[in-house]
């Protein structure tokens, strides 16, 4: 099916000094947030916690990184699959990015700055670390509401603590025509939840759950926030993970960032006992994320429908 521009996501207001946890304000968010969760696995968030003038001078980084030559791009390797660099794929020509691990902790961004700037780039480094750290505030928001939605609180220090963060900053080329060029593949995140932020070049695309393609329009001041498989089954499908594309037109670059809160190596995926009764049977075996990424990335992983469903469905 095409896009269908009538349609758009929930859009849930996360501003406010008063968003703290037992509120009436928090309260009402928390039950936009489950029911956004529960129909699209996604939803427009604005948050007012990311200076105006920092997202500013990211779009300016991405386009100093990706300038940089292909052979220091390719310096942007990691042992993980697609959390290094990404391009030069004949399926998605317009298509390429990079992964910075661990991007909120300072060091982390400092490495990652060292090996693509030997001489140092102080500026890029600051400004990627800074975004990560105040936008991981929203991502930890919103999966304590969800915990919180399905009385998991208990559980709660131990999600928190099994993940970490990887900060993707992608770049999609416009295809200077006007018909709509897939700039990536329709798929879902594999993680825990996905913050994505993008410059005011339109190209996301969400499938609803009833198979129609939602055309994201988000404000330089919103962020889309999105469940990844990984919660979807630690949730035992309480939270949905939605199927999105980009689909680009017209002679203008996209740049985009997505921040992902990723279950750690080791770390086991699986449900709580809480949640598994006769009216929600397990869906998914316990599985290690890092391993399910290995398997999704192989030529019969790509194949499937749903990944996560071959790889451990009960």
């Known amino acids: 099916m095409g896009s269908q521009n009538h349609l758009t996501l929930p859009v849930i207001n996360f501003s406010g000094l008063e968003l703290k946890p037992g509120t009436p304000f928090w309260d009402t968010v928390k039950s936009e947030v489950h029911q956004a969760l529960q129909e699209y696995g996604c939803f427009e968030a604005s948050f007012d916690k990311v200076p105006l003038e920092l997202r500013k001078s990211l779009f300016n980084a991405l386009q100093e990184l990706f300038d940089l030559p292909l052979q220091t791009k390719l ?13 030069q794929y004949p399926m998605v020509p317009l298509y390429e990015s990079m992964g910075i691990e661990g991007a909120p902790v300072l060091q982390e961004s400092q490495n990652f700055t060292n090996v693509l700037w030997p001489q140092g780039n102080p500026a890029f480094c600051e400004t990627v670390q800074s975004f990560s750290e105040q936008l991981s505030e929203l991502d930890q928001i919103v999966r304590r509401m969800v915990l919180e939605s399905l009385g998991m609180e208990k559980y709660l220090n131990e999600h928190m603590d ?10 999609y080329k416009g295809p200077e025509t006007t018909d709509s060029k ?28 009833d198979g129609e393609w939602i055309t994201v329009k988000p404000s330089l001041d919103s962020f889309i926030v999105m469940i990844g498989d990984s919660f979807h ?29 990723i279950p750690k190596g080791g770390y086991i995926v699986k449900a709580p006992e809480e949640l598994v ?25 790509q194949k499937c429908e749903s990944a996560l469903k071959t790889y451990c469905g009960v």
Do not use: C
């Not at 099994?162 to 993707?168: A, I």
């Open 182 to 209: 897939l700039g990536l593949t329709s798929h879902t995140d594999k993680n825990i939840v996905t913050i994505l932020y993008q410059n005011e070049v339109s190209g996301l695309e969400v499938q609803t759950k």
């Open 233 to 261: 089954a630690w949730s035992n499908g309480r939270v949905y993970s939605a199927h999105h594309r980009v689909m680009m037109s017209g002679s203008e670059t996209r740049y985009s960032v997505g921040l992902f809160s």
């Open 277 to 301: 009764d006769e009216e929600h049977p397990l869906l998914y075996k316990p599985f290690d994320h890092v391993k399910f990424l290995g398997f999704y990335y192989t030529e019969a992983g």
């Open 162 to 171: 099994s993940t970490k963060y990887l900060l993707r900053v992608m770049k």
């Open 75 to 87: 310096k942007n390797s990691s042992k993980i699959p697609f959390h290094g660099y990404v391009g």
